[in-house]
C-alpha cells in the first residue's frame, strides 16, 4: 500500500465550467483516485475552486453581488456539480479561505528571506475618483484601431487587437466612468523565477517519467529568449489575499493583495489544511502528505491539469516551494491534457459555446458523460464531442455491450434456475478461455490505469466487457440447457459472477451503474480481483440476486437531434 496525493486544477470561480473543463483535470483525476483507493492505496484526493482575481470582481459587479457573497454561491454551485458527476474530493477547498490567507503569506514571507522578492516601482493608471489604481481591464476607451468604443485596457473585444491601457482614445474608469486619470507610481513585488532557473532545470531533468507535453512545455518557458522571467505576484486590487511578510506589514505593500497566479496552487496545500480541520483532525494529520519532514517522503503526488496551466504546475509554483528552502513535497507526476472541441469549434466559457456541467446532469445520468468523456478524453491531440460521436459511444459500449450481458444473463438464469446462482457443472471449456482472456486483459487495464492512459484504459475496460458477450455467444447456455443443464448451470453461474467483477473494475468510469450492479447481485465484496479464476467464484451456488432494471437506456435518434439544435448557440 502507498500513500498518493492527488489534485485536480482549480476551476475558477466565475460560473458554471464546461465539458472540457471537467475532462481536461478533475474527471481524470477523479478516475486514478478511485483506481487507486480499489488497489488499497491512502489516497487524498483535493480540488478547490480559485476565486481571487479582477475575473471574480467582474463577475460579481455583473451578478450585482458583493465578491465574497458572489464567490462563496458559485463555490457551492460548483461544488453540487462535482457531487452530481461523482468527483469523489476528500475535499473541495475555497482558495480564499483562512488556511491559504496564511500559507501565501507565510511564503511570502519566507521567499523575501531568502531573497527570491525584489521591489520593483512601476507607473500604473490611477483613479482618483474611485481611489485605487485600475488593473487594464478596468480602463475603457476606444480603440485606435477600429473605433469601437467600448474597448479595455488589455485587449479589443472587437477586433480582438492587443492593448495596452496607454493605447485607449478618452480613456475613462470602467468603475464609475471617470476620465480623472493618471499615472502614479506604486511599487509592486516580484518572484524572481530566474534565480532558480539552474534548480528547476535540474529537477525537470529528474523527471524522465514525465510525458514530453508535460517537459517540452517547461522547458521552453526555461530556455527561449530570455529564459526564465521574474513575475510579479502583487495588484491593486481589493478582493485577494493581502500582502503580508508571513504575519508581519510589509512596508509600502499597504492595500495590495497578492497575485492570483501566486495564491491559486498554494490552496492544494491549504486545501489539505481545511479538509484536517473539517475532519477534526491536527496539524501533523496533513503535514504527512505535504512535508517530507512529516512524513511526505513516502506520498506519491500526482497532479492534473489542462496544458495552458503546465507552466505554473512545473515552474512559477515549484519556484515558491524551492525557494522557500522548507522541506515541502514537490510534485512526482503530472498528467495534463490537451483540449476537447465542441462540434467543430471549441468550449467557451465567456462565449457561452458548448455543454456546461448543470445542463448535461439536467438530460442524461453522470456516467454517460463519464464514460464518453474519458473514453474520448483528449491525452495525445485534441478530440472532439459532437452529438453523434456520444450518441454512438454511449449506445454501443454502455447499453448494447455492458448493458446487454447484464441484461441476457439475468433473465436467462431468473427463466430457467431463479433468481439465485445456479449450483452444478464444473468450468466448461469456453468458461476455461473466458478466464484466461481476462487475466490477461486484467493485467492491461492495471498497467494502463497506473499510467494514467485514459483512453487505453477505458479501450481495454471495453474488451473487458465484449469479452462476456463472446462467450455467451460461443457457450450459448440456452441451447446448451436443452440437452445439458449442468454445463448450461456452470456457464450461466460464470457469467453472474462476471456482473459483480464488472461492477468493481468498472466502478472508476461509471460509478452509480457500479454501485447498481453490486445491489442487483446482493453483495458488497468489491476487493479489486487478483486472479480472474477466483473473483468468478465469490458468488457461490444458491446466493440471491436480482434482474436489475435497465443500466443504461439507448439515446434516441429524436433525443439526439434535439440537444443538437437546443445546445447549437451560446448560452445567454
Ligand atoms: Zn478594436
Given at each position: 500500500m502507498s500513500?498518493i496525493?492527488?489534485?485536480s ?5 466565475n460560473g458554471i465550467?464546461?465539458l ?11 478516475l486514478?483516485a478511485?483506481y487507486?483507493?480499489?488497489r488499497?492505496h491512502e ?12 475575473p471574480?470582481e467582474l463577475a ?5 453581488m458583493?465578491v465574497d ?17 461523482r468527483?469523489?474530493?476528500d475535499?473541495f477547498g ?5 488556511q491559504?490567507?496564511?500559507l501565501?503569506q507565510?511564503?511570502a514571507?519566507?521567499?523575501?528571506e531568502n531573497g527570491f ?5 512601476e507607473k ?11 488593473p487594464?481591464?478596468?480602463i475603457e ?19 480582438t487587437k ?7 482614445l ?9 476620465t480623472d ?6 511599487k509592486?513585488?516580484?518572484l ?9 532545470d535540474?529537477?525537470?531533468d ?9 517537459t517540452?512545455?517547461?522547458k521552453?518557458?526555461l ?13 491593486d ?10 504575519e508581519?506589514d510589509?512596508?509600502g505593500?499597504e492595500g495590495?493583495?497578492f497575485?492570483v ?8 496545500i ?13 496539524e501533523e ?9 512529516a ?10 491539469m489542462?496544458?495552458d496551466?503546465?507552466?505554473?504546475h ?5 519556484s515558491?516551494?524551492?525557494g ?11 498528467k495534463?491534457?490537451n483540449?476537447?472541441?465542441?462540434d467543430g469549434?471549441q ?5 457561452g ?11 442524461l445520468?453522470a456516467?454517460?458523460w463519464?464514460w464518453w468523456l474519458l473514453?474520448n478524453a483528449?491525452?495525445?491531440s485534441d478530440?472532439?464531442?459532437?452529438w453523434?460521436?456520444?450518441?454512438v ?6 447499453a448494447?455491450?455492458?448493458g446487454?450481458f447484464?441484461?441476457?444473463v ?14 452444478g457443472g464444473?468450468v ?12 490477461a486483459?486484467l ?5 494502463h490505469?497506473e499510467?494514467i492512459?485514459v483512453?487505453?484504459?477505458?479501450a ?21 440447457f436443452k440437452?445439458?443443464p449442468e454445463?448450461a ?5 460464470l457469467?453472474?459472477n462476471?456482473?459483480?467483477?464488472y ?11 457500479s454501485?447498481k450492479l453490486l445491489e ?5 465484496v468489491t ?8 473473483a ?9 440476486f436480482?434482474?436489475?432494471d435497465?443500466?443504461f437506456?439507448?439515446?434516441?435518434d429524436?433525443?439526439r437531434?434535439e440537444w443538437?439544435?437546443s ?6
Amino acid at each position: 500500500m502507498s500513500r498518493i496525493l492527488i489534485t485536480s486544477a482549480l476551476p475558477y470561480i466565475n460560473g458554471i465550467k464546461h465539458l472540457g473543463n471537467l475532462v481536461g483535470s478533475q474527471l481524470p483525476a477523479d478516475l486514478y483516485a478511485r483506481y487507486c483507493r480499489a488497489r488499497g492505496h491512502e489516497v487524498l484526493f483535493l480540488c478547490a475552486t480559485d476565486e481571487h482575481g479582477t475575473p471574480a470582481e467582474l463577475a460579481a459587479a455583473k451578478a450585482a453581488m458583493p465578491v465574497d457573497a458572489y464567490c462563496a454561491q458559485m463555490h457551492r454551485t460548483q461544488a453540487k456539480l462535482a457531487a452530481g458527476f461523482r468527483l469523489s474530493f476528500d475535499h473541495f477547498g475555497r482558495s480564499s479561505s483562512p488556511q491559504n490567507h496564511r500559507l501565501t503569506q507565510y511564503f511570502a514571507g519566507r521567499l523575501a528571506e531568502n531573497g527570491f522578492i525584489s521591489e520593483v516601482s512601476e507607473k500604473m493608471v490611477y483613479s482618483p475618483a474611485d481611489g485605487r489604481f485600475l488593473p487594464d481591464r478596468y480602463i475603457e476607451g476606444t480603440c485606435p484601431n477600429c473605433g469601437y468604443d467600448k474597448a479595455r485596457g488589455d485587449q479589443c473585444e472587437n477586433c480582438t487587437k492587443q492593448l495596452d491601457p496607454t493605447d485607449l482614445l478618452e480613456p475613462r474608469s470602467a468603475i464609475s466612468g471617470s476620465t480623472d486619470l493618471e499615472v502614479r507610481e506604486t511599487k509592486h513585488l516580484y518572484l524572481r523565477q530566474s534565480k532558480l532557473k539552474d534548480e528547476l532545470d535540474a529537477w525537470i531533468d529528474s523527471k524522465s517519467n514525465w510525458p514530453v507535453l508535460t517537459t517540452s512545455i517547461a522547458k521552453k518557458w526555461l530556455h527561449d529568449g530570455d529564459g526564465l522571467q521574474d513575475r510579479g505576484i502583487t495588484r491593486d486590487l481589493n478582493w485577494g489575499i493581502a500582502v503580508r511578510k508571513g504575519e508581519e506589514d510589509w512596508p509600502g505593500m499597504e492595500g495590495k493583495v497578492f497575485y492570483v497566479w501566486f495564491d491559486a496552487p498554494i490552496e492544494y496545500i491549504a486545501c489539505a489544511a481545511e479538509w484536517a480541520e473539517a475532519q477534526g483532525k491536527d496539524e501533523e494529520d496533513w503535514w504527512r502528505w505535504w512535508r517530507t519532514d512529516a512524513g511526505a517522503e513516502d506520498v506519491r503526488y500526482v497532479q492534473f491539469m489542462g496544458k495552458d496551466n503546465v507552466p505554473f504546475h512545473t515552474l512559477s509554483f515549484p519556484s515558491t516551494l524551492i525557494g522557500s528552502r522548507d522541506p515541502w513535497k514537490l510534485v512526482d507526476y503530472i498528467k495534463s491534457f490537451n483540449y476537447l472541441n465542441y462540434d467543430g469549434g471549441q468550449f467557451s466559457t465567456s462565449q457561452g459555446r458548448g455543454i456546461f456541467q448543470d445542463q448535461a446532469l439536467e438530460i442524461l445520468p453522470a456516467d454517460y458523460w463519464r464514460w464518453w468523456l474519458l473514453s474520448n478524453a483528449p491525452e495525445t491531440s485534441d478530440s472532439e464531442f459532437t452529438w453523434e460521436k456520444f450518441q454512438v459511444g454511449v449506445n454501443k459500449d454502455l447499453a448494447d455491450v455492458l448493458g446487454n450481458f447484464v441484461s441476457r444473463v439475468t433473465k436467462f438464469c431468473r427463466s430457467k434456475f431463479g433468481e439465485e446462482i445456479p449450483a452444478g457443472g464444473e468450468v466448461t471449456p469456453e468458461g476455461a478461455k473466458l478466464i484466461a482472456d481476462l487475466d490477461a486483459r486484467l493485467a492491461a487495464y492495471n498497467g494502463h490505469m497506473e499510467a494514467i492512459e485514459v483512453r487505453k484504459a477505458a479501450a481495454e475496460l471495453r474488451a473487458i466487457w465484449v469479452a462476456g458477450n463472446e462467450f455467451l455467444q460461443t457457450a450459448a447456455p440456452w441451447t446448451s440447457f436443452k440437452t445439458d443443464p449442468e454445463r448450461a448451470a456452470a456457464d450461466v453461474r460464470l457469467a453472474l459472477n462476471l456482473i459483480r467483477v464488472y461492477a468493481v473494475v468498472s466502478a472508476p468510469f461509471i460509478p452509480d451503474a457500479s454501485a447498481k450492479l453490486l445491489e442487483s447481485m446482493q453483495t458488497d465484496v468489491t476487493d479489486w480481483p487478483e486472479s480472474m479464476g477466483s473473483a468468478l467464484e465469490v458468488l457461490a451456488p444458491g446466493h440471491g440476486f436480482a434482474v436489475p432494471d435497465t443500466l443504461f437506456a439507448k439515446i434516441t435518434d429524436e433525443q439526439r437531434e434535439e440537444w443538437e439544435s437546443s445546445f447549437a448557440g451560446t448560452r445567454g
